[in-house]
């Protein structure tokens, strides 16, 4: 087939670099460590030793201080070739938090172990089964005592926990009925896993429908020296906030791979597969949906790419971000339903990855932020309509 997809663009060589180190991590890789529910660890290895996990890292601080453009670039390509960055995308954004409120010293101590891999910093821990979306609401407390922050509460579908060293914490300092508005008053810590489990954090695995490690987490006293304090305290909703975006941009990007390779299988097999005595793709109730798909994908990645490049500008771009993901995450959604339709019942074979990737693409209307609380932003932040929360 001549046609390229995704379409050659000004990243060529970057994708080329990570095309060679996803080559090593074929179809059989993933299907096994789906079924096994297993982290794919040898993969994540060769990516964090190839240092890509460390794009946004600034060099001074052991990272190669690329943009968020070649960041999602590197998120793309992942899925592109039928893995799952889900496994590892927490390592390249959640330090953003760090970098951009962290004290000096803290970037110091942390930054260079996270670029190196030493550390991993996979997991934050934001939602709780009591008040989900509604974030200001949360009930985890943080009470600051003798040098130290004691944090009772809960979270819940907390990622990677298993395979992080760090984990970002949001929990309120100040009572909600204490504040002037109800986003001040919270605060971010970070918090070393390996002296927390066990001593006031207990994380219990939560299964679910794709080979994705997240938990419920339970804090008991857990207490936290004042240092892992990031910035300043009552601030750390307005952080976390901020961080979002290079999250919804990467996950944007990670839908793109998705839906490129969801249109790419389909169209191979709708010209392959004769059925009647011709290539099902000759028939347009077959081609037209994958066509439709196809152009879908191209319109999010413009959007995509207009959110890295505000991004990289350090302008504001919480709406492309926002619109980036709402699109990306709609148009491998579709581009997943096309490519299981074409395949009929092989859709649904194992050793096809289609049901794998169908399941795996499925989860970004919900998560990092599910589809109606995009449509809330849109409405009230660009639109001015009348807040509806
Ligand atoms: C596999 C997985 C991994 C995750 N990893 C993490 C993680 O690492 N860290 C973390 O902090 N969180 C994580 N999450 C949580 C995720 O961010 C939330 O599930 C998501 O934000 C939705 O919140 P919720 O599940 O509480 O849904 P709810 O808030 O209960 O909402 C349920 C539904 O109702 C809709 N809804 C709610 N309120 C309104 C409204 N006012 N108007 C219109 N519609 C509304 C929502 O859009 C949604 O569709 C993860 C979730 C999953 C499934």
Redesign the pocket.
């Given at each position: 087939m001549k046609t390229t997809i995704p379409p050659p663009d000004a990243h060529q060589e970057l994708r080329e670099g990570m095309r060679a180190l996803c080559r090593g991590f074929d179809a059989g890789y993933w299907q096994r460590v789906d079924h096994e529910r297993a982290y794919p660890e040898e993969f994540v290895t060769a990516l964090t030793r190839a240092g890509w996990l460390a794009a946004l890292i600034p060099q001074q601080y052991g990272g190669s201080g690329l943009g968020l453009a070649e960041a999602s670039v590197i998120m793309e390509e992942i899925n592109f070739s039928g893995g799952n960055a889900g496994a590892c995308h927490?390592q390249m954004y959640n330090m953003g938090t760090l970098l951009h409120h962290g004290s000096e010293a803290q970037k110091q101590q942390y930054l260079p172990a996270i670029a190196s891999g030493k550390l991993r910093l996979q997991?934050?821990?934001?939602?709780e089964p009591t008040t989900?979306?509604?974030t200001t609401q949360l009930k985890t407390t943080a009470v600051r005592k003798a040098g130290r922050y004691v944090v009772n509460g809960q979270?819940v579908?907390?990622?990677?926990i298993q395979h992080s060293d760090l984990m970002i914490l949001l929990a309120r300092t100040t009572p909600l009925a204490e504040v002037r508005k109800k986003s001040e008053g919270m605060s971010i810590f970070l918090v070393d896993l390996h002296r927390a489990i066990g001593h006031g954090m207990e994380v219990r695995p939560i299964g679910?429908m794709?080979n994705?490690e997240?938990n419920e987490v339970f804090f008991d006293d857990l207490e936290i020296p004042e240092e892992n304090l990031i910035g300043v305290e009552g601030q750390g909703f307005k952080y976390i906030l901020t961080g979002l975006n290079a999250e919804r941009t990467l996950i944007a990007a990670e839908c793109i791979g998705d839906a490129y390779w969801f249109v790419d299988k389909a169209r191979r097999y709708a010209s392959e597969r004769v059925v009647f005595n011709r290539p099902i793709g000759q028939n347009q109730g077959v081609q037209f949906p994958i066509a439709d798909a196809y152009i879908e994908t191209e319109a999010a990645n413009l959007m995509r790419f207009k959110a890295c490049s505000l991004f990289d500008a350090g302008q504001p771009c919480g709406a492309e971000a926002n619109m980036a993901k709402y699109l990306a995450a709609k148009a491998s959604w579709e581009a997943a339903n096309t490519c299981l339709q074409t395949h009929g019942g092989f859709g649904f074979a194992h050793e096809y990855d289609v049901e794998r990737k169908f399941r795996e693409t499925r989860?970004y209307q919900?998560?990092?932020?599910?589809?109606?609380?995009i449509y809330?932003y849109v409405a009230e932040h660009l639109l001015g309509l009348p807040r509806?929360?």
């Open positions: 927490g997991s934050m821990a934001v939602t989900g979306t509604d979270k579908w907390i990622s990677r679910n794709v994705h997240t989860l919900v998560a990092p932020i599910s589809t109606n609380l809330s509806s929360f």
